[in-house]
């Protein structure tokens, strides 16, 4: 890319912040100037980025106009205050919060799956990632969906605290502690204590007894692979790993294949590597994730309960490989293909 682009990150103290500006630093990206913006607490911190300081400013008083492109990492309350005013300044906005991802008027993009979704960002100047589970999934699942297609998921996410933020990586930390230390432990980012326990709740609790997270999975997988007959049927656990995701996932297609069919087309997958052999070990873990930029597969396999059924293990960094990276690729491709 020879076009030199001006660039904010909102949110850029958060964990997803702090991996797009990763990303930003060690990609060949077209980066000009680069504005590093908090909504509140931040404001003044000094970051290194690529052998400087770059101090945080306010958001507030942030002038939208001097950039290109906003990457938001700060959550969907700072993203509703201020996608609106970044757009009408001209820039367009990359957000991987929840907040935009159901607006029919803005294109919810997974950048390997449905990157021609990207020319819609007019009118509103928005592009949504979804999250970091469902982008992991939907990496693995499109090979076999643009070949055999896929007629029902059946998926459980083993979910890190890292996908809470950094209070609940700190949460995991001290209850870990004081068990060790025979102490009292304490929770307030969960509602159970979450060291040494899993939790079967990501998220609150809707009308179907579904959560919130499972149902975000339905919604953003039948959107982004544009299939609202897609069965799917999620659930979500927290689990006490600080990072990384890992999915035990079990598909119907709407056309026979093989494991061994499928192995190969995940081989040839860019941004997938297979882990999968018949031996001890030979399957990904999230320490096997950790600081990767690939969704990692292993235990392929022919599900023994159905004609048409594929089994599958999905691990991946979820801070790293999520929506941070999804969202420095969406801002690659714009502007290769439409920034003007």
């Known amino acids: 890319m020879s076009k030199k682009v001006d660039v904010a990150v909102l949110g850029a103290t958060s964990l997803a912040g702090e991996a797009m500006l990763e990303h930003l630093s060690e990609r ?39 950039v290109n492109i906003a990457l938001f990492a700060a959550g969907a309350e700072a993203a509703a205050h201020y996608a609106a005013k970044a757009a009408a300044a001209g820039c367009v906005v990359i957000d991987s919060s929840p907040q935009f991802r159901m607006d029919a008027a803005v294109p919810l993009v997974v950048a390997e799956v449905n990157p021609e979704c990207i020319a819609d960002y007019l009118p509103r100047r928005l592009i949504a990632s979804p999250n970091a589970a469902t982008t992991h999934l939907l990496k693995a699942l499109k090979p076999i969906h643009d070949a055999v297609g896929i007629s029902r998921i059946n998926v459980i996410s083993f979910q890190s605290v890292s996908g809470s933020g950094k209070e609940a990586i700190n949460e995991l930390a001290d209850q870990t502690r004081a068990i060790f230390n025979l102490a009292q432990t304490e929770n307030t980012v969960y509602p159970k204590r979450i060291a040494f326990n899993l939790l079967p709740q990501i998220g609150a609790f809707t009308a179907n007894a579904y959560t919130t997270e499972e149902m975000k999975m339905v919604n953003d997988t039948r959107r982004v692979l544009a299939d609202e007959a897609l069965a799917m049927n999620p659930t979500t656990v927290r689990v006490p790993v600080f990072y990384g995701h890992a999915q035990a996932l079990h598909i119907e297609t709407r056309n026979r294949i093989g494991a061994a069919a499928a192995r190969d087309l995940l081989k040839n997958t860019p941004g997938v590597t297979v882990i999968d052999e018949p031996e001890d070990g030979s399957y990904p873990t999230p320490l096997d994730a950790a600081a990767q930029d690939d969704v990692l597969v292993g235990r392929i396999r022919a ?29 690659e491709i714009f502007i290769e293909k439409y920034l003007k």
């Open 28 to 66: 060949d990206f077209p980066l000009g100037k680069l504005y590093l913006l908090s909504p509140s607490l931040s404001v003044g911190d000094e970051i290194s980025f690529a052998g400087r300081d770059i101090v945080v400013q306010d958001a507030q008083q942030f002038d939208f106009a001097q």
């Open 303 to 331: 599900d023994i309960s159905h004609p048409d059924g594929l089994d599958m293990w999905i691990v991946a960094d979820n801070v790293r490989a999520g929506a941070a990276l999804n969202c420095v690729n969406i801002a």
